[in-house]
């Protein structure tokens, strides 16, 4: 059942057995999970089913650190951000999840082998095929074509899977809408979550509408599942118990803010003969209805004897030079890339010739995205400015360190040799100064840390079952519970997170 | 064939490898294959087989040069090209099929993209051996 809050009568209370706050990729996950069993629940979602900038304005910010826009990377209306998701799909890798003595903060509460069985389920419902993320021989066969493997022990091929991609709101509204122990409620913002009074339990939600209604739910359990920064926002703002913020002793809330560093425009590959340059290195290629593409990833053996942070990168073809001509002439950079491919087509081709005569290469973009190490200086907290609601909107001060922009040009540094080791291409990376990013820096849309998990209650708002240190009957659903980022997408994850969780709240109410 | 435990002296190594050049040379027609490499005299038989195209090569050979002035003496430039072959594959040094060197040459460039070998050319990253291979071509 789907419900306008803002056509229920003034001070209305609504009770559920678990209340979950937010209609995202986590909140509708979970709600899925226990949909058609006798758990009541409710999902309480800010926006409607459709975009409307008076909602999504709720979501601007203040800005501090690194120029990062907080209301378009994130979508406020039922779905989330599945509303403008890019639908990449990768598991973490087991590295991520390790304790890494050069990586401050790093370490999962559990290890990378419990997660295994919660990806698989994940992969069915953003639509993605299972499995084989690192199979070379799977796509190997099911392409034709020949996978070189990686020579330089620097690098290891991954492939990334497309989701549709799935958005969630509108795939699975009229399943939530059919169940008859779910009950989403519409334009409805939680104002604060209201603690008992010694603060080790949630006693209800405050609910407010843009039309100025106030409204509560009350359930035994509560799941916050608003997004990697709006989590961290929440909970500050629930401060009429604990002034600090609910689950917030410890000052971890809203630190750790993680993103995945984005960066193009960094390097040129060029490529001699696209016969040694698998389609799937290059382009997305579709496998029984399933798009994937290879993503050069650094080998884990080679993360810890060089002590770096993960990254991903990815190539496409940004143009072709045919032979015999001056395309690009008066260009720097395309005369550059010409003279490359010139000059080592002995190198990058079969006895110097292309397989196609009409073409001496190709130029290849390379995109990338890295690991940030956890850093509590960069964070969410709480700004001066109010919201529409009259809440203080949310702070952003996204920080990045020296290791991981010399950990970005470390493994940027395999993409070029793994490139000239397998006789596919050469490099040039274009950065002026190693001492800077190589250009303005841009996240993917990824909002990770903020509510991170330790069972370490002095170095973790939730434990490793996602519930809210010393809060009895609070949990945290989605990336911000992320200790460490990794460089994969992190949807996948979230979503099997979230079906873990479900099983630990199943638990529960039994 | 790898000869990493062969110990040659750099006075003898360059000795036998310009022996062998002369040897090279020798046998080729010097009309296409031959020319003047820096103040070597002559350059190797096979660098006509391993460079793309001489302009292009040429122009990231001057850059490498530019970093490295020591090598302006092609001779020398041969040499280390010849010490690092012979590290990999000895016998590619000495055989006159140029087909053979620029074989063994091809298959040490991808090895020193495995070892990391590699310095920056005008941005590109370049196994050594073939920034020299570059260099040589700009002395042609």
């Given at each position: 059942m789907f419900t306008d809050a803002r056509n229920l009568p003034d001070h209305t209370t609504l009770e559920a057995d678990l209340a979950i706050i937010g209609g995202g990729v986590a909140g509708i996950t979970l709600a899925r999970a226990l949909a058609g069993n006798k758990t009541r629940v409710c999902v309480i979602e800010s926006g409607g089913l459709e975009f409307d900038p008076q909602v999504q304005s709720l979501y601007e910010g203040e800005n501090t650190?690194?120029?990062?826009?907080t209301t378009l990377t994130r979508m406020r209306f039922f779905g989330g951000s599945s509303n403008h998701w890019g639908g990449y799909c990768r598991p973490l890798d087991p590295i991520d999840f390790e304790t890494r003595?050069?990586?401050?903060?790093?370490?999962?509460?559990?290890?990378?082998d419990e997660l295994v069985p919660w990806y698989q389920p994940a992969a069915e419902i953003v639509q993605i095929a299972p499995g084989?993320?690192?199979d070379s021989r799977y796509w190997q066969q099911q392409t034709g074509e020949p996978i070189p493997e990686p020579a330089t022990g620097r690098l290891r091929l991954q492939f990334v899977h497309f989701s549709p991609p799935t958005h969630f709101g509108s795939r699975y509204r009229d399943e939530l809408k059919a169940a008859a122990n779910i009950q989403v409620l519409l334009?409805?913002?939680?104002?604060n979550i209201t603690a008992a009074e010694n603060g080790g339990s949630v006693k209800q939600l405050a609910i407010r509408t843009l039309n100025g209604l106030n409204q509560s739910v009350k359930a035994r359990y509560y799941v916050l599942a608003t997004g990697g920064l709006e989590n961290a926002r929440v909970l500050l703002l629930?401060?009429?118990?604990?002034k600090a913020g609910l689950g917030n002793h410890n000052d971890q809330?809203?630190?750790?803010?993680?993103?995945?560093p984005h960066l193009s425009g960094f390097a040129d590959i060029v490529a001699g003969d696209l016969v040694r340059l698998p389609k799937i290195f290059r382009e997305r290629v579709t496998v029984e209805g399933r798009p994937a593409q290879v993503a050069f990833n650094p080998a884990q053996a080679f993360l810890r004897e060089q002590q770096l942070l993960n990254a991903t990168f990815m190539v496409g073809v940004a143009g072709i030079y045919q032979a015999g001509t001056l395309a690009g002439s008066g260009d720097s950079n395309a005369q550059a890339r010409r003279d490359m491919l010139l000059a080592a087509r002995r190198f990058l081709s079969d006895e110097g010739?292309?397989?196609?005569?009409?073409?001496l290469g190709v130029w290849l973009g390379v995109g990338g995205s890295c690991e940030q190490a956890p850093n509590p200086d960069s964070r969410v907290s709480l700004s001066d400015q109010r919201d529409a609601l009259e809440l203080p909107r949310l702070k952003l001060d996204w920080r990045l360190t020296e290791q991981d922009r010399l950990s970005f040009y470390a493994n940027l540094r395999s993409l070029a040799l793994e490139f000239g080791a397998l006789g596919i291409g050469r490099m040039r990376e274009?950065?002026?100064?190693?001492?800077?990013?190589?250009?303005p820096v841009a996240g993917g849309s990824h909002h990770m840390g903020t509510t991170r998990m330790s069972n370490d209650p002095s170095r973790g708002v939730v434990d490793r079952n996602c519930k809210v240190h010393d809060v009895e009957n609070l949990y945290v659903a989605g990336?911000?519970?992320?200790?460490t980022s990794g460089s994969a997408n992190p949807t996948l994850t979230l979503v099997a997170l979230t079906l873990r969780l479900a099983e630990h709240l199943k638990d529960r109410f039994r | 064939m790898i000869a990493e435990s062969i110990r040659l002296s750099r006075r003898r190594f360059l000795l036998m490898a310009l022996a062998s050049l002369t040897a090279a040379c020798s046998d080729t027609d010097h009309s296409a294959s031959v020319g003047k490499a820096g103040n070597t005299g002559a350059e190797p038989v096979w660098l006509a087989h391993i460079i793309g195209d001489p302009e292009a090569c040429a122009r990231l050979g001057r850059a490498y040069l530019a970093a490295?002035?020591?090598?302006?003496?092609g001779d020398t430039l041969v040499a280390d090209i010849q010490q690092a072959l012979a590290k990999h594959d000895e016998s590619a040094v000495f055989t006159r099929d140029p087909q053979r060197t620029v074989t063994a040459l091809q298959l040490l460039v991808r090895e020193e993209y495995i070892r990391g070998e590699v310095e920056a050319v005008t941005g590109w990253t370049l196994s050594i051996t073939e920034a020299r291979l570059y260099a040589l071509a700009a002395l042609r």
């Amino acid at each position: 059942m789907f419900t306008d809050a803002r056509n229920l009568p003034d001070h209305t209370t609504l009770e559920a057995d678990l209340a979950i706050i937010g209609g995202g990729v986590a909140g509708i996950t979970l709600a899925r999970a226990l949909a058609g069993n006798k758990t009541r629940v409710c999902v309480i979602e800010s926006g409607g089913l459709e975009f409307d900038p008076q909602v999504q304005s709720l979501y601007e910010g203040e800005n501090t650190g690194i120029d990062y826009s907080t209301t378009l990377t994130r979508m406020r209306f039922f779905g989330g951000s599945s509303n403008h998701w890019g639908g990449y799909c990768r598991p973490l890798d087991p590295i991520d999840f390790e304790t890494r003595d050069w990586v401050p903060f790093s370490g999962w509460p559990f290890a990378f082998d419990e997660l295994v069985p919660w990806y698989q389920p994940a992969a069915e419902i953003v639509q993605i095929a299972p499995g084989h993320f690192d199979d070379s021989r799977y796509w190997q066969q099911q392409t034709g074509e020949p996978i070189p493997e990686p020579a330089t022990g620097r690098l290891r091929l991954q492939f990334v899977h497309f989701s549709p991609p799935t958005h969630f709101g509108s795939r699975y509204r009229d399943e939530l809408k059919a169940a008859a122990n779910i009950q989403v409620l519409l334009n409805a913002n939680v104002t604060n979550i209201t603690a008992a009074e010694n603060g080790g339990s949630v006693k209800q939600l405050a609910i407010r509408t843009l039309n100025g209604l106030n409204q509560s739910v009350k359930a035994r359990y509560y799941v916050l599942a608003t997004g990697g920064l709006e989590n961290a926002r929440v909970l500050l703002l629930s401060n009429d118990v604990v002034k600090a913020g609910l689950g917030n002793h410890n000052d971890q809330v809203g630190r750790y803010f993680m993103e995945h560093p984005h960066l193009s425009g960094f390097a040129d590959i060029v490529a001699g003969d696209l016969v040694r340059l698998p389609k799937i290195f290059r382009e997305r290629v579709t496998v029984e209805g399933r798009p994937a593409q290879v993503a050069f990833n650094p080998a884990q053996a080679f993360l810890r004897e060089q002590q770096l942070l993960n990254a991903t990168f990815m190539v496409g073809v940004a143009g072709i030079y045919q032979a015999g001509t001056l395309a690009g002439s008066g260009d720097s950079n395309a005369q550059a890339r010409r003279d490359m491919l010139l000059a080592a087509r002995r190198f990058l081709s079969d006895e110097g010739k292309t397989t196609d005569p009409n073409t001496l290469g190709v130029w290849l973009g390379v995109g990338g995205s890295c690991e940030q190490a956890p850093n509590p200086d960069s964070r969410v907290s709480l700004s001066d400015q109010r919201d529409a609601l009259e809440l203080p909107r949310l702070k952003l001060d996204w920080r990045l360190t020296e290791q991981d922009r010399l950990s970005f040009y470390a493994n940027l540094r395999s993409l070029a040799l793994e490139f000239g080791a397998l006789g596919i291409g050469r490099m040039r990376e274009t950065v002026t100064d190693p001492r800077d990013w190589p250009q303005p820096v841009a996240g993917g849309s990824h909002h990770m840390g903020t509510t991170r998990m330790s069972n370490d209650p002095s170095r973790g708002v939730v434990d490793r079952n996602c519930k809210v240190h010393d809060v009895e009957n609070l949990y945290v659903a989605g990336s911000s519970v992320f200790p460490t980022s990794g460089s994969a997408n992190p949807t996948l994850t979230l979503v099997a997170l979230t079906l873990r969780l479900a099983e630990h709240l199943k638990d529960r109410f039994r | 064939m790898i000869a990493e435990s062969i110990r040659l002296s750099r006075r003898r190594f360059l000795l036998m490898a310009l022996a062998s050049l002369t040897a090279a040379c020798s046998d080729t027609d010097h009309s296409a294959s031959v020319g003047k490499a820096g103040n070597t005299g002559a350059e190797p038989v096979w660098l006509a087989h391993i460079i793309g195209d001489p302009e292009a090569c040429a122009r990231l050979g001057r850059a490498y040069l530019a970093a490295h002035p020591e090598y302006y003496r092609g001779d020398t430039l041969v040499a280390d090209i010849q010490q690092a072959l012979a590290k990999h594959d000895e016998s590619a040094v000495f055989t006159r099929d140029p087909q053979r060197t620029v074989t063994a040459l091809q298959l040490l460039v991808r090895e020193e993209y495995i070892r990391g070998e590699v310095e920056a050319v005008t941005g590109w990253t370049l196994s050594i051996t073939e920034a020299r291979l570059y260099a040589l071509a700009a002395l042609r």
